[in-house]
């Protein structure tokens, strides 16, 4: 239906087209043929007609072509574009109206045409130029929110996408590496801090036992550090599930509400989060992430701090707290060594490292 619909409109568009143009040069004598002129004219856009109608299919599968590429081009193209875009249309279109309003309209053929053509290239230029310079007129017009990094004075803002939230846990908030991992800005979005969990901290915070008492008033700590530090988000959120009692279901339910992602460092509610299609960040895989790769053969100094559980054993600890056993390094407690890997073990607590000292070498 839409290839006969095409056709038909290149078919009647081949019969105008010809038409005027044979009558044009019939009017200003320029085809000497004036008493043949009700035969011509019809000839006329009958052969137009014919011509339209003739080249009208590969028009057609142009235009299809042409027009696939532009959905799948809407398609990966963001609503904040998308919008940007349209407004910078209609301007440039606005615009062209304006500007053809001097140009004559007598002009043989083609003057009707040309107006049309200067409005669309304008549009076209100003829909460009509009998308090239989206974050410079959003920023112009505070059409979007933007956050303000009191470090280095820079605005942030987020075009084309919208960063999810990020929920964080008790668990994570009293271990306190969330801080730092703020602080450098690797962690994008708004902190979100659930009413129920600031409860369970407040809760740990007052308890009898000083061990909890501790980590309750630790937690609490690094939440007013964090909103404090600068280019970091803090929001508590005051929303609470009364149907359910347990905090990590509240968690899981909230972070699908806000459409967000959970942080945590807590290994069962990271397998509950998965399961229910809650996105993860879990601060335990990052630390083993980051961490140095060591190879077997690679030399270091370490200080043995204790004796190890088998015979003649020593341990020792790299500046991130990865454990490295000392093979005949009991003897060497409290002095830096130099040691030479030997094998190096993943578990799901962390990594260990094997090593064992340097043949008759000390490490100054």
């Not at 235009?63 to 398609?75: A, H, V, Y």
């Not at 062209?96 to 290239?121: D, K, M």
């Not at 076209?124 to 130029?129: H, T």
């Not at 994570?172 to 129920?196: H, K, Y």
């Amino acid at each position: 239906m839409y290839r006969l619909i095409l056709r038909l409109v290149f078919t009647f568009m081949g019969a105008g087209i010809l038409h005027q143009a044979t009558a044009y040069l019939l009017r200003e004598g320029l085809w000497q043929a004036a008493s043949t002129n009700g035969r011509i004219l019809p000839a006329a856009s009958v052969v137009g007609a014919i011509i339209g109608f003739a080249i009208g299919p590969r028009v057609a599968t142009r235009l299809e072509q042409l027009m696939s590429r532009f959905i799948s081009s809407l398609n990966r193209t963001s609503p904040y574009e998308l919008i940007i875009g349209a407004i910078g249309l209609v301007v440039g279109l606005l615009i062209g109206i304006l500007a053809t309003i001097p140009i004559p309209r007598h002009i043989p053929i083609i003057g009707e045409y040309v107006p049309l053509i200067v409005t669309l290239s304008m549009g076209y230029v100003a829909m460009a130029v509009a998308l090239k310079k989206k974050e410079e007129l959003l920023y112009l017009f505070n059409i979007f929110p933007r956050s303000v990094d009191k470090h280095t004075g820079r605005e942030r803002r987020f075009f084309g996408h919208k960063v999810p939230p990020k929920i964080l846990d008790t668990s994570v908030i009293i271990d306190g590496r969330i801080a730092d991992i703020c602080r450098s800005q690797f962690l994008e979005g708004t902190l979100v801090v659930p009413a129920f969990v600031l409860e369970e901290l407040q809760h740990i915070a007052d308890s009898s036992d000083v061990l909890k008492r501790n980590r309750g008033r630790r937690g609490l700590d690094i939440l007013n550090k964090m909103q404090k530090e600068p280019g970091v988000t803090v929001k508590i959120d005051d929303r609470d599930f009364d149907d359910i009692a347990e905090v990590d279901t509240k968690l899981v339910r909230l972070a699908k509400h806000l459409s967000g992602k959970v942080v945590t460092n807590d290994y069962n509610l990271n397998k509950v989060a998965e399961l229910q299609g809650v996105p993860v960040l879990n601060i335990n895989e990052l630390a083993n992430a980051v961490k140095p790769v060591v190879l077997p053969g690679e030399e270091m100094v370490v200080h043995v701090i204790k004796d190890g559980k088998e015979q003649g054993q020593g341990v020792a600890y790299l500046d991130d707290g990865t454990m490295i056993v000392v093979d005949g390094g009991r003897k060497y407690i409290g002095e830096d060594i130099g040691v030479m890997v030997t094998s190096v073990l993943q578990t799901a607590a962390g990594r260990m490292i094997f090593a064992k000292p340097k043949a008759m070498e000390r490490a100054l």
